[in-house]
């Protein structure tokens, strides 16, 4: 079972950069698909970005594609979601989370670990 630890949430400014961190516990991070939703106000928690166990695949929503990309060092257990050119509609809470086998998947529900989620705020 994964525990997940997100950090690096924060207040920004509209054109800026964050960079998100997720540290997993347990020996087999390598063998899990890691994914990041999010959820503003009012609104359901939606697919941002996932990354299959290796690193080798990646997919991403349409609504950050080319300003968000995702990595992972399978040695440090962590995954990274370098966070570019940041409007204010990415304003809303992260959430790490992880799937123990492959493939990638984009739906909630294919995740069953997930993290308590750190925020994140684009001023305008």
């Known amino acids: 079972q994964a525990q997940l630890v997100e950090s690096g949430g924060g207040l920004v400014q509209a054109g800026g950069s964050l960079r998100l961190s997720c540290a997993a516990s347990?020996?087999?991070?390598?063998?899990?698909?890691m994914g990041w939703f999010r959820q503003a106000p009012g609104k359901e928690r939606e697919f941002v970005a996932a990354?299959?166990?290796?690193?080798?695949?990646?997919s991403y929503a349409d609504s950050v594609k080319g300003r968000f990309t995702l990595s992972r060092d399978n040695a440090k257990n962590t995954v990274y979601l370098q966070m570019n050119s940041l409007k204010p509609e990415d304003t809303a809470v992260y959430y790490c989370?992880?799937?123990?086998?492959?493939?990638?998947?984009?739906?909630?529900?294919?995740?069953?670990?997930w993290g308590q989620g750190t925020q994140v705020t684009v001023s305008s």
């Open positions: 989370a992880a799937r123990p086998f492959m493939p990638v998947l984009t739906t909630r529900t294919s995740y069953p670990y």
């Open positions: 347990g020996r087999t991070f390598s063998n899990y698909v």
């Open positions: 990354i299959s166990s290796s690193g080798g695949t990646t």
